[in-house]
């Protein structure tokens, strides 16, 4: 017994060595190719894949369980999460700067594109069983059918970026920012007052349902509850340095469109992005013009797929799942294309719109979980009838 124990502790320490070895040098060739700053962000994004993959910390599972089950513990998670980062975030907002540079947060209008876009978004990230975050982590940890919503997710939001404009042109309202209003205490508590009402909520709704409560913290916590305490706190820590580091909140679905556009031009088709109104805004034409390495966005996302790779590799959790049947591609398929489309006309997914959102002060970010629960909530139920029927 002895002697296979430390063969496992020897198989386990060549593997950290493997990864952290492969990490070094994927870390060394960004910072070649793109500079220490695009290094610095692969490896952000390599620490949340890392956090998103081991805690199995999902949006969309945990949204799912929410509806279908009147399961909270991985909402009640998300809620933490927001408490946590607001905390962090909003002074460092509130101040314009942070470490020594500028920051700012994301404050969108409130309108028809955001409610129908993240409304979309919902239904789409049930369908294809992921939200973006979810997609890239569960990717790297060997799903492969995760690489169809990725591919499609990019597709959906390359289209989106044509109707753009339209989109922009209908109902629009300023945009509604928290600090401006009540400044940073008024807007930390504000924001402190909804997620604990929500968490609140949701929790004696469980209550009432199963007369008792999954729980995060404490002698009753189960492995998965203490996991997804960890990861709500890791992921609002690093949403925070990323603040500092990049001058922005985390976002993922920014990348998607540039995925798709580049893979167009590599292909040879014309489609005259210069001219629609999204590609000339000047951070979407300088991503355009730039290579993919040179794109926070793209190279943070990559991280987060290789973050995953590398714990599943480290814990042997990594397995190559390609089983997939004809009718599952159609529905991740869709729920791609509508993930792309609603992240464009929504101003993001679940982290850019909604957390992100939320942590930066920007009401969008509240109405953006409401218009997305509702999506959800439409594919659980429809779901549920063609069940019972």
């Given at each position: 017994?002895?002697s296979?124990?430390?063969n496992?502790?020897?198989?386990?320490?060549?593997?950290l060595l493997?990864?952290?070895?492969?990490t070094?040098l994927?870390i060394?060739?960004?910072?070649?190719?793109a500079?220490q700053?695009?290094?610095g962000?692969?490896l952000?994004?390599?620490?949340l894949?890392?956090?998103?993959?081991?805690?199995t910390f999902?949006f969309s599972?945990?949204?799912?369980?929410?509806v279908?089950?009147?399961?909270?513990?991985?909402?009640?998670a998300?809620?933490?999460m927001i408490?946590?980062?607001?905390l962090l975030?909003?002074?460092?907002l509130?101040?314009?700067?942070?470490?020594?540079?500028s920051?700012?947060g994301?404050?969108?209008?409130?309108?028809?594109?955001?409610?129908?876009?993240?409304f979309?978004?919902?239904?789409?990230?049930?369908?294809?069983g992921?939200?973006?975050s979810?997609?890239?982590?569960?990717?790297?940890?060997g799903?492969l059918?995760?690489?169809?919503?990725?591919?499609?997710?990019?597709?959906?939001?390359?289209?989106?970026t044509?109707?753009?404009?339209w989109?922009?042109?209908?109902?629009?309202?300023e945009?509604?920012?928290?600090?401006?209003l009540?400044g940073?205490?008024?807007a930390?508590?504000l924001n402190?007052v909804?997620a604990?009402f929500?968490?609140?909520?949701?929790r004696?709704?469980e209550?009432?349902?199963y007369?008792?409560?999954?729980a995060?913290?404490?002698k009753?916590?189960?492995s998965?509850?203490?996991?997804?305490?960890?990861g709500a706190?890791?992921?609002a820590v690093?949403n925070f340095i990323?603040?500092g580091y990049?001058?922005?909140p985390?976002?993922?679905?920014n990348a998607?469109?540039?995925?798709g556009?580049?893979t167009?031009?590599?292909l040879?088709?014309?489609l005259?992005l210069?001219?629609?109104a999204?590609w000339?805004?000047?951070?979407a034409e300088q991503?355009?013009?730039?290579?993919?390495?040179?794109?926070?966005?793209s190279v943070m996302?990559l991280?987060?797929?290789g973050?995953a790779?590398?714990?599943?590799?480290v814990?042997v959790?990594f397995?190559?799942?390609?089983?997939v049947?004809?009718?599952?591609?159609?529905t991740?398929?869709?729920?791609?294309?509508?993930l792309?489309y609603?992240?464009?006309i929504?101003?993001?997914c679940n982290?850019g719109a909604f957390f992100?959102?939320?942590v930066?002060g920007s009401?969008h970010?509240?109405?953006?979980?409401?218009?997305?629960?509702l999506?959800t909530?439409v594919?659980v139920?429809?779901?549920?009838?063609?069940d019972?029927?």
């Amino acid at each position: 017994m002895l002697s296979i124990s430390n063969n496992q502790v020897q198989m386990s320490f060549v593997r950290l060595l493997a990864v952290c070895g492969v990490t070094c040098l994927s870390i060394g060739f960004v910072f070649e190719q793109a500079g220490q700053k695009q290094a610095g962000v692969l490896l952000l994004g390599i620490l949340l894949g890392i956090v998103l993959f081991y805690t199995t910390f999902s949006f969309s599972n945990g949204w799912r369980r929410l509806v279908a089950e009147k399961k909270s513990l991985w909402f009640r998670a998300q809620m933490l999460m927001i408490i946590v980062a607001s905390l962090l975030m909003l002074p460092a907002l509130g101040e314009g700067s942070l470490w020594g540079g500028s920051v700012r947060g994301y404050i969108r209008p409130l309108g028809l594109s955001l409610v129908v876009g993240a409304f979309i978004f919902g239904v789409g990230m049930q369908l294809a069983g992921s939200c973006a975050s979810g997609a890239l982590y569960n990717a790297g940890g060997g799903r492969l059918k995760m690489f169809i919503v990725i591919i499609m997710f990019a597709v959906g939001a390359l289209v989106g970026t044509a109707h753009y404009e339209w989109w922009m042109e209908q109902i629009n309202f300023e945009p509604v920012n928290f600090l401006t209003l009540y400044g940073v205490w008024g807007a930390v508590i504000l924001n402190l007052v909804i997620a604990g009402f929500l968490y609140y909520i949701f929790r004696l709704i469980e209550m009432r349902k199963y007369d008792r409560v999954e729980a995060l913290w404490g002698k009753q916590a189960s492995s998965t509850g203490r996991l997804l305490l960890g990861g709500a706190l890791a992921l609002a820590v690093l949403n925070f340095i990323t603040l500092g580091y990049i001058g922005r909140p985390w976002s993922v679905a920014n990348a998607f469109p540039l995925w798709g556009a580049k893979t167009t031009a590599f292909l040879g088709l014309e489609l005259d992005l210069d001219f629609w109104a999204y590609w000339i805004e000047p951070a979407a034409e300088q991503s355009l013009s730039g290579g993919l390495l040179d794109h926070v966005g793209s190279v943070m996302n990559l991280g987060v797929i290789g973050g995953a790779l590398a714990i599943s590799a480290v814990t042997v959790q990594f397995k190559v799942n390609y089983k997939v049947g004809f009718s599952e591609i159609l529905t991740i398929s869709a729920g791609g294309l509508m993930l792309g489309y609603g992240a464009i006309i929504g101003f993001g997914c679940n982290v850019g719109a909604f957390f992100s959102g939320v942590v930066s002060g920007s009401l969008h970010g509240w109405v953006w979980f409401l218009a997305a629960l509702l999506g959800t909530t439409v594919v659980v139920m429809f779901k549920k009838a063609l069940d019972s029927a």
